[in-house]
Structures are given as C-alpha cells and as structure tokens.
C-alpha cells in the first residue's frame, strides 16, 4: 500500500496541473488564432498533447488505482493469510501444551497410584506385619503408619511382640527409668537403690501416672507386664474406693474415660495380716472390687523386717517374687508379670498406667521398675 500511495500522488498531481493548465492553453490559443496558421497549428498540436497527456494520466491514474486495490486487496488477503498462519501456530502450540499437560497428569496419576499403593500394602500394625509374612517373623522393631499417616515419610518404629498370644502386638508404651534416666506422665523419677517412677511425695492417698496413645487407631487386646518394689505398709485392696481413684495399692492400668479396667497388680503387707493381705493369701485380705474381678496379680510383701524401704531383693510380680501371688485369685492366661485381656469392644483410646496407694507417700508407696503396654 504504501508503493501505491508513492506512486500515486505524483499521477494525481500531475492529472490536476494537465487538468488546469489545459482550459488556459487553449484561451490563450484562441487568443492568438488571428495570428499565423503555423501558430494556430502548433498550439492545436500542443492542445492535442495535453489532452493525450491527461487522458493518459486518467488511465495510468486509474491502472494505479487498481494496483492500489489489488494491492489493497493483497494486503488485506496476506494478512488474512498471516492470521490464518498465526492462528494455525497457536492451535499447533495449543495443542501442544495440552498434550504436554495431559502427559503430566498422567504422570501425577501414575505416582499417586504408585503412592496409594504403597500405602495401601504399608503395616499399620504389627498384626499387619504378622498377617502379611510369608514366614513368621522375629519379636522386634519394625516400620509402620501408624494412624492418621498419609505417606511413607510418617513411617515410626515400633516394637512388635510376635511370639505372645499368637503375636501381632504394637508396643504402645515402654517404662524403664534405668534406661531412660526418667519418666512418663507425672510420675516421680527416684533413685533409690534402683532407678524407678513412683508416686509425687504427697500426704494423703493419690495416684500418678500417663496415658499412653496407640499408633494403630482401634485395638481391642492389651497386653503387658509391670514389676517394681513397695515402699512402707502397702495393703492392696483394702481402700475400697472406685476405679478412677487410689483403690488399689499398686499399678492401675485402664482404658478410656470413663475408665473401663484393663488389669491391676497390688501389693499387700507381709501377708499375715486380715484385711491387708492379698485376697488369696494364706491369711486372705479384702477381696477386689467388682470392676477388678479376678483381673489381676497381687504379690504379699512377705518379710516384715524389710517392710520400710524400697527393697530391691523383693521384685514385685516378677516370676521371681518369693512371696504369694494371686494364686488362684487371677485369671491370667499368660505367666506372672505378663497379663492379657480382651476389651469389651474395639476402642482408640488411649491406655492409662496409673500407681496409686490411699496413704501419704510417708506411709506406702509403690515404684515401677519396667513395664510394657501393647495393644491388637
Ligand atoms: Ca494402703
């Protein structure tokens, strides 16, 4: 366009000084037509020129007009063409992106199958370990997800029981002050000849102890153990007092709240004494409360002489304990200290260890040494 409009401004130019100039040519030709016929002849040609001129300015005018339409229209069509091309990379492009954005959701799909497939396959428990080996597998630290997990980076270790009652227990809570130079909850780390988690020093009946959470979400079994030494008078079941209290002269362990009992270890006095003794005892103390039931081991302290100290040759519920144990009094169908029961339903709360006495700590106190809470 912009050749045509060069070109065609002169032409238009010179058509309008043709068209102007012609009118005075041929006044000034009449003028002199009086003069010679030479004149008049050669200012008829020069008339006849112009006028040719002009006229061949008006076509050469008109063919550029039509060169500037057809250049117009060539312009017009290249842009269109340009569009076309244009549009048709785009789409190219386009089309492009979105398959290379479908190949990326592909890939996004294939991880996250991958990924949900591992965490579909991945033990939750170490009943899921037990059930998912082809041959069976050592007691010992294994990987799960535990509940609530949403990927492999939540993995935690835990300690699998796979050899008592048909294995497939998740450790939920290990208690060994020698070892861990404290401990859980709000019981009181004492070194006393051994290292053991006891009451807080108080002056009346009380009970400290921890809650302990079960990484596998619903259980319906606990099992564990519990030993440890007395201190002072205890007297095992005398108090006579409810669950969620110092009932017991002992380890209280529960579940929940309301509490529901999972299984107690007390401690009596020398065993000779009405009242004090364990319910079993060759002279028998108070029997349990209801919500204990046969669900427990009670050790008699058995020598009087060493009754006002932590006593570490007296290791209580161990298998070991030279005094009387329950006896015919628990139901236990694991030996002393191990116990396991079976809930009355599945639950995911946490499992309380609590020890309690209802004197002062100055009268009666209990301590921990190792204990063991897992859960199927
Ligand atoms: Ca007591």
């Known amino acids: 366009m912009d050749s045509g409009r060069a070109g065609g401004l002169p032409l238009v130019f010179l058509a309008a000084y043709a068209v102007l100039l012609t009118p005075w040519l041929v006044t000034g030709a009449e003028k002199v037509s009086a003069r010679t016929d030479f004149e008049s002849t050669k200012l008829k040609s020069i008339d006849a020129a112009l006028h040719a001129i002009s006229a061949r300015l008006q076509v050469v ?52 199958h991958k990924l949900e497939s591992q965490l579909s396959s991945y033990p939750r428990s170490c009943k899921d370990i037990l059930e998912g080996a082809s041959y069976p597998p050592p007691s010992g630290l294994y990987d799960i997800i535990p509940e609530g997990g949403a990927s492999p980076t939540d993995v935690i270790k835990v300690h699998c029981d796979m050899e008592r009652s048909g294995g497939g227990w998740t450790r939920i809570a290990y208690i060994n002050p020698s ?26 009946g009380s009970c400290n102890g921890a809650s302990f959470q079960s990484p596998i979400g619903e259980y319906s079994e606990v099992m564990g153990f519990v030993t440890g030494y007395r201190d002072h008078s205890t007297n095992a079941f005398f108090a006579r007092l409810p669950l969620e209290t110092f009932y017991v002269d002992g380890v209280s362990i529960t579940q929940g709240t309301p509490m529901e009992h999972i299984w107690t270890y007390a401690v009596s006095d020398t065993g000779a004494t009405p009242l004090y003794s364990c319910p079993c005892s060759r ?94």
């Open 179 to 204: 070892q861990q130079g404290q401990c859980p909850g709000n019981m009181r780390y004492q070194n006393h000849r051994t290292n053991l988690c006891t009451r807080q020093a108080n002056s009346s």
């Open 61 to 112: 005018e008109s063919q550029s007009e039509q060169s500037a339409i057809r250049a117009s229209q060539a312009i017009v069509d290249l842009a269109r063409l340009m569009e076309q091309s244009l549009s048709s990379k785009l789409d190219e492009q386009e089309q492009r992106l979105q398959s290379s954005i479908q190949q990326e959701i592909y890939q996004v799909q294939r991880q996250l």
């Open 283 to 376: 002279v028998p103390g108070r029997q349990s409360p209801a919500f204990v039931g046969s669900h427990y081991y009670c050790t008699d302290y058995g020598r009087a002489w060493q009754r006002w100290t932590f006593s570490d040759d007296h290791h209580l519920w161990s298998n070991t304990a030279r005094s009387v144990v329950g006896g015919s009094c628990t139901d236990s169908t694991l030996p002393m200290p191990w116990f396991h029961r079976q809930l009355t339903g599945n639950t995911t709360a946490p499992v309380q260890v609590r020890i309690c006495a209802d004197s002062g700590t100055s009268d009666e106190n209990v301590g921990i040494d190792e204990a063991a809470i897992f859960v199927r």
